[in-house]
């Protein structure tokens, strides 16, 4: 990781340690959508792939995350397995909808998430076409986008007391 790069990470996390504890839901959430994937049916990590979920574990490893959760795909569990591992921490697995309607509907998971994690941070590993939904429920007001081949975003979201949420968009 370069040190442009790591300054901001730094920096984020930091300010993620300035939010008052009477937020209404987690410190903060790390969101990131899966790393490269094979254009296989199985559609397993790639070594660029793997070689990314690495360098997620160690821009993150020090962030204090409490949880993680994944989607039941072999990519995104593959993405955050190396930092789960790193903290010792059990993948935990969410479902938006997606999966079996094509419709996705993240406020179940949202709720659940605030539940469980109400002063915690915690990251999230999704899919191009579960994120902008999550992103959202989460009281992001960006409308976020992604592409096909874009598999760089780290979104750092920070819940507001009042509502809503601050977000950033990093690249790694």
């Known amino acids: 990781m370069n040190k442009k790069a790591a300054f901001r990470i730094a920096l984020v996390v930091s300010l993620v ?8 839901a987690q410190k903060a959430i790390f969101v990131v959508r899966h790393a490269e994937k094979t ?3 199985q559609q397993l990590l790639t070594e660029a ?7 997620l574990a160690a821009m ?3 962030s204090g995350i409490a949880a ?11 993405t955050v397995q190396p930092l789960a591992d790193a903290l010792k921490l ?3 697995l969410y479902d938006t909808g997606a999966s079996m309607s094509g419709k996705v509907d993240a406020r179940p998971f949202v709720a659940a998430l605030r539940k469980a994690h109400p002063n ?14 999550l992103l959202e429920t989460l009281g992001c007001k960006e409308k976020i986008a992604l592409g096909d081949n874009e598999y760089d975003n780290l979104f750092v979201v920070v ?8 977000l950033a968009r990093l690249r790694y």
């Open 68 to 78: 993680i959760y994944s989607t039941n795909t072999e990519r995104t569990r593959g």
């Open 159 to 166: 819940p507001k007391a009042g509502g809503g949420a601050t």
């Open 39 to 41: 254009a296989d049916q």
């Open 120 to 133: 915690d941070v915690v990251l999230v590993v999704g899919h191009s076409n579960t994120l902008p939904n």
């Open 17 to 24: 340690a300035l939010v008052p504890a009477a937020a209404r």
């Open 49 to 55: 792939g793997r070689a990314r979920a690495q360098k």
């Open 90 to 92: 059990k993948v935990e």
């Open 60 to 62: 993150l490893k020090d």
